[in-house]
């Protein structure tokens, strides 16, 4: 927890270096202090905001002088902050490290004697000021406040999910794609262009798309993910996919003369996109030929 050093060299009849320690401490946590300082909780700043000259700090560094210090520190662990265990059981650092949400409380001999609390979520791994108001727990409190049963209790827990829209990377005719969700959640899905497939109405956490007609090539699929109190904010996810019958062809190694590729549709002909390396450069129609320079 802290070592401090402070001495002095002199040489002995200018030949012998002799040292002299004016002060010598070191201090250690006892065992099995767990870190409170990196978990989860409302941060402090730290004495980084005292910046030092260009002086000092070339005088530090001569003299072998280093000074590490981070910007903040964790003030108030969130689980010391809702008491969990009621100061009944001990603690580990599985639980200073999880996600607590009054949606569902931790039970058991880790209850907290809250009846409501609110917690906040963020994927930048960076806690929150010590004591400060956002708009998430600004609209927890007046709804508290307000003591509107069933209006107060948020679980934003899906805004630090690691989520992705999971489906198919192609709809060649009708594709189905969902996200994750929790409690009282919903999700506004888009595709663009908005031409490329159609989809029913309505949030749900799993979508149908039905590729259009007159469509072939790339389309991006929405999933916008809120709370139904909007009091969490939302998440958009997104996810590239290509609309229309694929084929992927690849030149023989070494291949510089024309070659002519020839694709059929079974029961009459079709439109064609065709594209080299990711570019489209032709697009034919009432035949199914097409002259592709190789190399």
Known sequence: MYYGRIRYTKNYLWLVPVSTDITLRQYNS?????????????????FKGVSLSAFQSNALAK???????????????????????RGNVVLTSADYLAKYSAASPPTGSKAT??????????????????????TRNGKWLAS??????????FDCSFVCA??????????CTTSTYSVPVTAGTTVNWSISPSSAAT?????????????????????TITATIAN????CGSVVLIKTVLVGATLNLTAPSGSSAN???????????????????????????GGNNITLQFG
């Open 259 to 285: 070659g002519t590729i020839q694709v059929s549709v079974s029961g009459g002909t079709g439109t064609y996109s065709w594209y080299k390396n990711g570019t489209l450069f032709a697009t034919t129609g």
């Open 30 to 46: 006892t065992s099995g202090t767990l870190p409170l300082d990196s978990y989860a909780g409302g941060v402090n700043p730290s």
């Open 144 to 153: 508290e406040l307000d003591a509107v049963t069933g209006s107060d209790v």
């Open 199 to 219: 989809f029913t109405s309505g949030s749900s956490s799993t979508k149908t798309f039905t590729k259009s007609s007159t469509y072939n090539g790339s389309a």
């Open 113 to 134: 004697p809250f009846a409501n609390f609110t917690t906040s979520f963020n994927t930048s791994g960076v806690n929150e000021k010590h004591i400060t108001f956002n």
């Open 63 to 85: 003299f072998g002088y280093t000074v590490n210090l981070n910007p903040e520190f964790n003030f108030i662990p969130a689980t010391s902050a809702l008491d969990v265990g």
């Open 162 to 171: 690691n989520a992705a829209i999971a489906g198919s990377s192609n709809i």
């Open 228 to 231: 139904n109190s909007s009091n």
